[in-house]
């Protein structure tokens, strides 16, 4: 089908964040031709972003009989499943897409996965002396250690709390940070407990390389991040130095959203993309709102990332005279942006770096403006609403 202005293009509004619009578009793809694969399966993925699970399910479900060779959809359509905490039903499609470790790791799992005890809400204290937020979780019942705080992270632990916890290898896989290769390990936790809060029979990844973890500072015993967060309503309240886990219940949506509305708390869209990375509007010295990814593990004092392309889009200055190496594979350069927000929330000065290439629009599959780290939230409280999806942002 084609149109007749680019403007009309569903996969030209994919590819800029406009899922809306672009549904709209596949939907009219659909009418005029109902086995069109492609749309399918693009219905579906915009779906999955949603949390919309019973769209997800029937678009990708569609795509995959129409294209049985589409690895994508099949690896989407395995995501509506886990992010359900079905996992029995995402291992054939996982293993039929090739992704057999995680395969594996899923069928491994005894017992209701991820399953939630204790009350209906905890709160964690965070320790921010470390550059990537900490907090004290306890695996198997042991006492408490620091994990970093990683909205960009599954849940992953150090070779030495896997061997402390006994936690037994069921699949391996490779990885890659920066410059090392290392060997992943995956496999499935009894017990990790943050605050009052305990999850049972939780999948797990652990390495041979060390974990992200600044020059002369011992590295944390592990991270936890989205995979974990998005099956609660989750705030982290920079200013208070507090995580707040809550039940996904409406009773608890409530509560976060009366607390929100007395903190004058702005309500942005919240998609979830590439099975952990949450991702909102943002904007870059006054360019946007745009598609922004949020990762709250980021090494050093960088509040934004982007890329030269996006930068130049914004009018920001590069200091070309100071490139750097990032993940040891292209050349970033720094700036300072007089501004980059999440809707009401402006942080003034920003420091930031701009990267040769892309950042996570490869496996997203759409562009986006940028990251902001928790470099970038220190003066404010992100509230992740998974159930409704909508992002809460207060500065106090």
Avoid at 85 to 103: C, K, M, N, T
Avoid at 241 to 247: C, E, F, S, T
Wanted: glycine share 8%; with cysteine.
């Amino acid at each position: 089908m084609t149109f007749a202005r680019s403007g009309d293009d569903p996969e030209e509004l994919f590819k800029n964040g406009r899922f809306e619009d672009a549904d709209r578009g596949y939907a009219k793809i659909l009418e005029k031709d109902p086995d069109n694969a492609r749309a399918h399966a693009q219905r579906g993925y915009i779906a999955l972003l949603s949390n919309r699970f019973a769209d997800a399910e029937k678009f990708l479900t569609k795509a995959v009989a129409l294209a049985p060779d589409d690895r994508f959809s099949k690896e989407k359509l395995a995501d509506v499943f886990v992010r359900q905490d079905q996992l029995a039903r995402a291992v054939p499609l996982l293993r039929a897409a090739g992704i057999e470790s995680y395969a594996k790791q899923y069928e491994s799992v005894t017992g209701t996965p991820y399953e939630i005890r204790g009350p209906q809400s905890t709160r964690l204290p965070i320790d921010f002396r470390y550059p990537i937020p900490l907090a004290d979780v306890s695996v198997n019942g042991a006492e408490p250690v620091p994990f970093t705080i990683d909205t960009g992270a599954p849940l992953a632990f150090s070779m030495e709390t896997a061997e402390k916890a006994g936690v037994r290898a069921v699949a391996t896989s490779r990885g890659r940070n920066g410059q090392e290769f290392f060997t992943l390990y995956h496999g499935v936790v009894d017990s990790f407990r943050m605050g009052d809060i305990e999850m049972r029979n939780v999948p797990v990844v652990w390495s041979d390389g060390e974990m992200p973890h600044p020059l002369g500072v011992p590295q944390p015993k592990g991270a936890f991040g989205t995979t974990l967060f998005y099956r609660f309503l989750t705030t982290i309240d920079f200013p208070n130095n507090a995580l707040v886990l809550r039940r996904k219940t409406r009773a608890q949506l409530r509560r976060l959203r009366a607390e929100a509305r007395r903190a004058g708390a702005d309500r942005l869209p919240l998609w979830l993309a590439y099975t952990h990375f949450p991702c909102t509007l943002g904007s870059l010295n006054g360019h946007g709102p745009r598609v922004v990814s949020l990762d709250f593990g980021v090494e050093g004092a960088t509040q934004v990332s982007t890329t030269q392309k996006m930068a130049e889009q914004a009018g920001v200055r590069l200091d070309l005279d100071r490139p750097a190496s990032f993940d040891g594979q292209q050349t970033s350069y720094p700036f300072i942006a007089p501004k980059a927000g999440l809707g009401r929330a402006v942080a003034r000065n920003v420091y930031g770096v701009a990267n040769e290439g892309s950042l996570l629009d490869g496996p997203f599959r759409f562009d986006t403006l940028g990251n902001f780290s928790q470099e970038f939230f220190k003066a404010f409280t992100a509230a992740f609403d998974y159930l409704d999806m909508n992002l809460y942002v207060s500065s106090r």
